[in-house]
């Protein structure tokens, strides 16, 4: 199986920046992709960022320019720089990865997320 640990959130005044880590670890062949959603109150997970082992990315619309991810394929450990945070960016935020991985039997495909860790933007 595999385990991901994410850090890094916290509170942060309206224009500030944090930066979020996600290190996974376990029975990893590779690790093939590997992405950031989030999660506010009465609202959907949504996508945030994603980043595959190659360094193709994917952002949310809303926040091109603000956000960047990237990973450390080495330490399969994915971070997400998140810069002139704003009130509206208060949730969850969740790291998922999609790995290769051996189960105790053979090698086979699988996602897995996070516990969560909470980012607070206050105005």
């Known amino acids: 199986q595999v385990q991901l640990v994410e850090s890094g959130g916290g509170l942060v005044q309206a224009g500030g920046s944090l930066r979020l880590s996600c290190a996974a670890s376990?029975?990893?062949?590779?690790?093939?992709?590997m992405g950031w959603y989030r999660q506010a109150p009465g609202k959907q997970r949504e996508l945030v960022a994603s980043?595959?082992?190659?360094?193709?990315?994917e952002y949310a619309d809303s926040l091109k320019g603000r956000f960047t991810i990237s990973m450390d394929n080495a330490k399969n450990t994915v971070y997400l720089q998140m810069n002139s945070l704003k009130p509206e960016d208060t949730a969850v935020y969740y790291c998922?990865?999609?790995?290769?991985?051996?189960?105790?039997?053979?090698?086979?495909?699988?996602?897995?997320w996070g516990q969560g860790t909470q980012v607070t933007v206050s105005s």
């Open positions: 998922n990865a999609g790995a290769t991985y051996y189960n105790s039997r053979y090698y086979t495909r699988g996602g897995f």
């Open positions: 376990g029975s990893i062949s590779r690790i093939n992709a």
């Open positions: 980043i595959t082992s190659g360094g193709t990315t």
